[in-house]
């Protein structure tokens, strides 16, 4: 198991910028894919980005162009830049690892309100 903690969630106007730390406790680089998800009250969760041990990205509709997944591999974390933020991202933002395919790891999530 991989323990993940997210950060930097929190309050903003529309327009505005946010971005979102996940911190693991493993190597990021013996993990195969690392992603962001969000739940919205009432709907289920959905993957917002997603990036490879390679590098490749990907990104669901509504946030490609906005949004961007990066990696540290020196400090084991994967950050979400989020800008030009809209109401309809308020969400709970989720962090994902995972390894091979039986081995999926969460963090609890951080809370992301786009508001004015």
């Known amino acids: 198991q991989v323990q993940l903690v997210e950060s930097g969630g929190g309050l903003v106007q529309p327009g505005g910028s946010l971005r979102l730390s996940c911190a693991s406790s493993r190597s990021i680089y013996t993990i195969d894919v690392m992603g962001w998800y969000r739940q919205a009250p009432g709907k289920q969760r959905e993957l917002v980005a997603g990036?490879?041990?390679?590098?490749?990205?990907n990104y669901a509709d509504p946030v490609k162009g906005r949004f961007t997944i990066s990696r540290d591999n020196a400090k084991n974390t994967v950050y979400l830049q989020m800008n030009s933020l809209k109401p309809e991202d308020t969400a709970v933002y989720y962090c994902n690892a995972a390894i091979g395919v039986s081995s999926s790891s969460w963090g609890k999530g951080t809370q992301v309100t786009v508001s004015s």
């Open positions: 990036i490879t041990g390679g590098g490749s990205t």
